[in-house]
């Protein structure tokens, strides 16, 4: 089985630029020796963030390591003989002072040809087919412990803070507790910050474009955000734009209560 099976994360691309704080992008080696899914593979990693180093012959990724300077490797083991974890044991052998992990994927294996892996030098080992959110939950928790200042993403924007990888939001310092959907919205108008964004928008972005719920959920969980945000005394930071959408990243003062919306959870 000679698939990757991975999807796009359920927002979309992660945009650098305004309103966030990143240090240098993280620099994976990719080897896999199916120039297709290479490439699709690619492309999924450099749109959550990542800087790629492509490699599709072991001698390749040898000659790469020597050359670049790599925060993870990530092998695909496609076949039933051992040439990736011998790719891996000669990584292992020859790397520079500094550790690089390396992630293997494969097709379903047995608990000895796991176990091998991981004495050959692989940090985890990923057995396909799984979901591209997981895999970047991997790798982001293996880069926190081996490269801490590029292991996370924070956007900031007009005093509010959303560590993604974490899952924390602060406004001015101030820890606000927000729902799993809440979180998405917020994330969706922070990284599309002062950009007017549409219901229709909102709703695809936050529960996929297939999604059954009205449009007036969208509706419902801006109020509820906005009350969180707010605390009551802040400047509203999401701003409504009449008949269209909204938007995220001007403060304007509230000048009459927020409509109230009386809808189920969903």
Request: glycine content about 6%.
């Amino acid at each position: 089985m000679n698939e990757w099976t991975v999807h796009r994360s359920e927002t979309g691309t992660f945009e650098e630029g305004r309103g966030i704080a990143m240090s240098r992008k993280a620099t994976i080696l990719l080897y896999e020796t199916n120039v297709t899914i290479l490439r699709m593979m690619t492309f999924n990693l450099e749109m959550e963030g990542f800087a790629v180093v492509e490699a599709d012959q072991p001698a390749e990724v040898m000659k790469q390591i020597a050359e670049q300077d790599i925060d993870l490797i990530l092998l695909n083991w496609a076949d039933q003989s051992e040439s990736c974890l011998d790719l891996c044991r000669n990584v292992r052998r020859t790397e520079p002072v500094t550790y690089t992990p390396i992630v293997i994927v494969s097709a379903p294996r047995d608990e000895r040809d796991r176990l091998t892996a991981y004495d050959a030098g692989a940090d985890d080992f990923m057995v396909k087919p799984f979901s591209l959110p997981e895999l970047l939950a991997r790798i982001r928790a293996i880069l926190r412990r081996t490269s801490p200042a590029i292991g996370g993403r924070v956007i900031r924007v007009a005093g509010v803070e959303m560590d993604i990888d974490n899952g924390a939001v602060k406004r001015d310092g101030t820890d606000i507790r927000l729902s799993l959907i809440e979180f998405k919205i917020l994330r969706y108008l922070m990284e599309n910050s002062g950009k007017v964004r549409t219901r229709e928008q909102i709703r695809n972005a936050v529960w996929g474009r297939d999604s059954q719920i009205e449009i007036r959920a969208v509706d419902v969980r801006i109020t509820r955000l906005r009350r969180r945000l707010n605390m009551d005394t802040h400047p509203d930071v999401i701003r409504t734009v009449r008949s269209v959408g909204y938007a995220l990243g001007d403060q304007q003062a509230r000048t009459r209560p927020e409509p109230r919306y009386d809808g189920a959870e969903t």
